[in-house]
């Protein structure tokens, strides 16, 4: 049993609130869908990672050994999604008159950055599928020797009738999968039948192929997360992640031909975890919609990187969010305004376990950091820890040393640098020349006590002392601020 509150998630097969119960105990195996690397990755690209992040964050908080795979997609991805098409990142290269694996490594490259500069733990597993084509193929060799798949022209594919209760992630009867309304191969027996397999068309030759038992050409999509989640995690594992658009189609999929794979009688992956869209007025964030604003376009616009993990953090990972200017404003100010009461703490103690934050509280200082816990371990509410922590920032009944624990445990969890949002140009925005930050934070919370006291002398003496500094305060309804006197 883990410390602190259980864990519960919320499980995609079923729609509904789970307990955590690793299979390993103390261990906890993940598998996330990662990228497919043909072109800059996009702020929508990006949440799933954060989400997934804090999910192995929570994790790693209650003593649990953790395993995580992202796999970079580098060969397979249709353009569309569906059987049918040129390979996304061959595209790309074509029209960039580039090698795939050029554009692959390139668009790799920018995608690791931007997890680094949102503080996404790296992966213990980045596998790239072209990598692993060779166990695809044995892989597939298995399943057609099961019986569940059928031979076309255009590749070798499942047939999802032999999958019992095939979609029942999606909560759809076979009938009603979609795969149907986006492809048009010729001769599949279902609409929902999947390739596992794509030969070379006659009129094509691919740059990337391989040769196969079915003919030269590529592996499907799907296969390719079945293929390097077995081989890194085992049979079966804890966590499968991935964004929402995954649940009707990809994840059915991969299920499906999992599970012809292993012929067990053992459901694949217990827990499916979710996260919803960004949008941008009203609509998704995607490629094919001609929106794809990057992580760089918010830097060069002024936003740090890190304002905007504060902004996917406000909200739950199983709402939809709207990137709008007035968001992002909003979560840039309140960042800012978080990092300058941390950074009057002082350093910081080194806090990853809530073990290690409860072995040096108690009385209210307690309470709060199992509020805390209780807000990530319910579904990974990252807007209600965000509340906690600024509440107990502007608590007068915990010391600088306790509000650093409670500071540095939260933060850990919610995987906030603040580093970087520490100054904020014309508004709290570092000190007067000669005078120290962490000297005007100190007063600044001297002055919040003394004003929460009602002690309204002491609190007009400290006033005083920040403007004999070059420091105007400013009283509002949300606490005091703070900048350079003009």
């Known amino acids: 049993m883990s410390p602190g509150a259980d864990v519960r998630l919320f499980n995609s097969m079923g729609r509904t609130l789970v307990p955590f119960e690793p299979m390993r105990e103390g261990v906890a195996r993940i ?3 990662g990228l497919t690397v043909y072109s800059d990755p996009h702020l929508g690209n990006l949440r799933p990672y954060v989400f997934s992040d804090s999910l192995r964050r929570l994790l790693e908080w209650k003593g649990y050994a953790v395993e995580q795979v992202v796999n970079i997609t580098d060969v397979g991805h249709a353009v569309g999604d569906g059987d049918e098409g040129e390979d996304k990142v061959e595209t790309t290269a074509r029209a960039q008159r580039l090698t795939p694996q050029e554009v692959a490594e390139h668009y790799t490259e920018l995608f690791f950055q931007d997890l680094q500069a949102i503080n996404v733990l790296p992966a213990h597993h980045s596998p ?5 084509v060779e166990q695809m193929i044995e892989f597939a060799k298995v399943i057609e020797e099961h019986g569940y798949t059928y031979l076309l022209p255009a590749g070798l594919y499942f047939d999802t009738t032999k999958s019992a209760g095939y979609g029942k992630l999606a909560m759809m009867p076979n009938s009603g999968q979609l795969e149907g309304a986006r492809v048009s191969t010729e001769g599949k027996r279902s609409a929902a039948d999947f390739a596992i397999w794509r030969s070379d068309p006659p009129d094509q030759r691919r740059i990337m192929r391989w040769d196969s038992p079915w003919g030269p050409g590529v592996p499907g999509w799907h296969l390719e997360c079945s293929v390097m989640s077995i081989s890194l995690l085992g049979p079966h594992f804890d966590i499968h992640t991935g964004g929402v658009d995954h649940r009707q189609i990809h994840h059915p999929n991969e299920i499906a031909q999992s599970e012809a794979y292993l012929e067990d009688g053992q459901d694949w992956v217990p827990l499916w975890m979710h996260n919803e869209f960004l949008l941008q007025g009203g609509a ?7 929106k794809m604003p990057t992580l760089r376009d918010l830097t060069d616009d002024g936003y740090p990187a890190m304002a905007f993990r504060y902004f996917l953090l406000t909200s739950h990972y199983r709402r939809q969010m709207d990137l709008t200017e007035k968001g992002l404003q909003a979560a840039l100010s309140s960042a800012r305004r978080l990092a300058q009461r941390v950074a009057a703490l002082g350093p910081l103690p080194d ?13 209210p200082a307690l309470a709060v950091l199992n509020s805390i816990d209780d807000s990530m371990s319910e579904d990974l509410n990252t807007p209600r820890v965000l509340a906690d922590l600024q509440v107990a920032l502007r608590s007068t009944d915990l010391d600088r040393t ?3 624990v409670l500071a540095a445990a939260a933060l850990w969890l919610l995987g906030l640098d ?27 919370h001297a002055r919040e006590q003394a004003r929460s006291n009602r002690q309204w002398a002491e609190a007009d003496r400290l006033r005083e002392e920040l403007a004999s500094l070059g420091v105007q305060v400013v009283d509002t309804a949300e606490g005091s601020r703070w900048s350079i006197a003009p």
Not at 128 to 132: E, L, N, P, Q, T
Not at 284 to 290: D, L, N, T, Y
Not at 418 to 428: D, I, R
């Open 402 to 404: 306790e509000l650093a």
């Open 31 to 33: 598998y996330t869908c």
């Open 284 to 290: 998704k964030i995607s490629k094919s919609a001609g």
């Open 351 to 363: 806090i990853t376990t809530f073990e290690q934050a409860g072995s040096r509280l108690s009385g």
């Open 128 to 132: 790239r599928a072209s990598a692993y």
């Open 418 to 444: 603040l580093s970087q949002l520490a100054e904020e140009p014309g508004s709290e925005s570092g000190a007067p020349e000669g005078v120290a930050t962490e000297q005007v934070e100190a007063l600044m």
